[in-house]
Nanobody, 118 residues
């Protein structure tokens, strides 16, 4: 099993920046792709971005439009999401997730709240 723990959420003003992190533990050798998802109140969870073991990144362009950057440290088993130019609509619980070789997001963190005030 793999455990994922997010940290770094909080309250920030619109236009500000925030970095959220995710620490993986357990059978981390089984992790392939890691990703960030978010869920705002009353809305479905949406994909934010992902990064493979080799560093290939993918983003939800409509949601982040170059404002967010995902990074990963395989040696430390950590995942990061640098969020710039934050908007009130970025307010959500942000979840870290990881896939195994099946490509399915099998492991999920408990989430960290990000609130952007206008």
């Amino acid at each position: 099993q793999v455990q994922l723990v997010e940290s770094g959420g909080g309250l920030v003003q619109a236009g500000g920046s925030l970095n959220v992190s995710c620490a993986a533990s357990g059978r981390t050798f089984s992790i392939f792709t890691m990703g960030w998802f978010r869920q705002a109140p009353g809305k479905e969870r949406e994909f934010v971005g992902s990064i493979t073991r080799s560093g290939s990144r993918g983003y939800n362009a409509d949601a982040v439009k170059g404002r967010f950057t995902i990074s990963r440290d395989n040696a430390k088993n950590t995942l990061h999401l640098q969020m710039n130019s934050l908007k009130p609509e970025d307010t959500a619980v942000y979840y870290c997730a990881a896939t195994t070789d099946t490509g399915v997001y099998k492991y999920w963190g408990q989430g960290t709240q990000v609130t952007v005030s206008s």
